[in-house]
């Protein structure tokens, strides 16, 4: 048990249309990143935010965008859904220090979108 | 840009086998590099962490060992159990830039009992 929660567990959408996944951070925990992972591949970095601010982005179109609250948790937004954009969508807290935002990621059991 | 690879894709041992994952990355400026556990259509638990001023790193029945200047890990397992089936993956932090992670694809181990 990690402590970060992300709701819902499945989505099922049609393409086009938009989609928010949710994550609640572990306790304390001030830095968010999510992740894109397809069936057999490894996860993908989309973004991550550090105090609510992006603190670094992958390879992911505009129309992937976040928002992080002060409670720490955090939303994935991911608009026009495209059929690719099929996946298990994973959320990782960790505490970033001063200086660095670089610690230990703690992942939640994510959420699965299907895009029809 | 950072690649990890994973060898093999997938694995069957009969139970009680000690066995080997490897793991390579192609830059060697590292953060920090994590093995993690995924069951079939689960989330991610961490398994071992070693930062990259460590050799290696021991949990149970797992052995991690890390070698930077050669870009390499293994995952060392003992006497392994129908239990440790699931998917294994590696997972790179970079020395600059944000704290996210650079994934292998992962190699998929079933324990024959």
């Known amino acids: 048990e990690t402590g970060v929660t992300q709701s819902p567990t499945h989505l099922i959408k049609t393409r086009g249309q938009q989609v928010t996944l949710r994550c609640s951070s572990q306790?304390?925990?001030?830095?968010v990143s999510w992740y894109q992972q397809a069936l057999g591949q490894g996860p993908q970095f989309i973004f991550q935010?550090?105090?609510?601010?992006?603190?670094g982005r992958g390879n992911f179109p505009p129309r992937f965008s976040g928002l992080q609250f002060p409670n720490y948790s955090s939303e994935l937004n991911v608009n026009a859904l495209e059929l690719d954009d099929s996946a298990l969508y994973l959320c990782?807290?960790?505490?970033?220090?001063?200086?660095?935002?670089?610690?230990?990621?703690?992942f939640g059991a994510g959420t699965r979108l299907s895009v029809l | 840009k950072q690649e990890v690879t994973q060898i093999p894709a997938a694995l069957s041992v009969p139970e009680g086998e000690n066995l080997v994952l490897n793991c390579s990355f192609t830059d060697s400026a590292i953060y920090n590099l994590q093995w993690f556990r995924q069951d079939p259509g689960k989330g991610l638990t961490s398994l071992l962490l070693i930062q990259s001023s460590q050799r290696e790193q021991t949990s149970g029945r797992l052995n991690a060992s890390l070698d930077k200047s050669s870009g390499r890990s293994t995952l060392y397992i003992a006497a392994s159990q129908p239990g440790d089936s699931a998917t294994y993956l590696c997972a790179v932090g970079e020395l600059t830039g944000a704290n996210n992670l650079f994934f292998g694809t992962g190699t998929r181990l079933t324990v024959i009992p």
């Open positions: 935010y550090y105090r609510e601010e992006e603190n």
């Open positions: 306790s304390g925990h001030n830095t």
């Open positions: 990782a807290s960790s505490l970033g220090q001063l200086g660095t935002t670089k610690n230990i990621q703690y």
